[in-house]
């Protein structure tokens, strides 16, 4: 608490004001992001596959969270999300990075893009799960590596491909 409110240049009772807990700032911050995967998805529209907008949407998340979050806020969100107590925000399936790209699965298996042999639910929660253990890497090997290349590198080879047919 001490290293939050001396980063946002306040004292702990104001911060108390507009947050009950840590936990509260963390989920306010996925709000932020989640707002930016509504803006992209609005842009994936310009995309033909299902595959190019899967990629679009890992762009637009590494870009986003390397240069509005970076390394020490992603930490701070991966290290709350193991606390007990703790709202668990970065696995909620409501949220809509999770729509978004059921959506965008959806979308390749109806077009015979990705495969049908599993479920666009199970395909969802396996992409979002490399989403954030390319998050989790990155801030492990304490961003030590290029985010955007490796990540992308990443969710393109293994996970896209994977999905095709």
Do not use: C
């Amino acid at each position: 608490m001490d290293e939050i409110v001396a980063r946002a240049g306040t004292s702990k009772g104001a911060f108390y004001i507009y947050f009950k807990n840590k936990h509260q700032v963390v989920v306010k911050q996925f709000q932020e992001i989640d707002n930016h995967y509504i803006k992209t998805q609005n842009n994936l529209q310009g995309y033909k596959t299902a595959s190019e907008k899967l990629l679009a949407l890992v762009r637009a998340q590494l870009n986003f969270a390397l240069k509005k979050m970076g390394l020490e806020v992603i930490r701070t969100v991966y290290q709350s999300q193991l606390d007990k107590g703790g709202e668990k925000a970065i696995i909620n399936p409501k949220r809509p990075l999770y729509r978004i790209v059921k959506e965008i699965i959806e979308e390749g298996q109806k077009h015979g893009e990705f495969r049908v042999d599993i479920s666009s639910q199970d395909l969802t929660r396996m992409v979002t799960r490399a989403m954030r253990a390319n998050f989790f890497d990155w801030a492990v090997h304490d961003g030590k590596y290029d985010f955007i290349d490796e990540g992308y590198k990443l969710l393109s080879e293994l996970i896209v491909r994977g999905l095709q047919k």
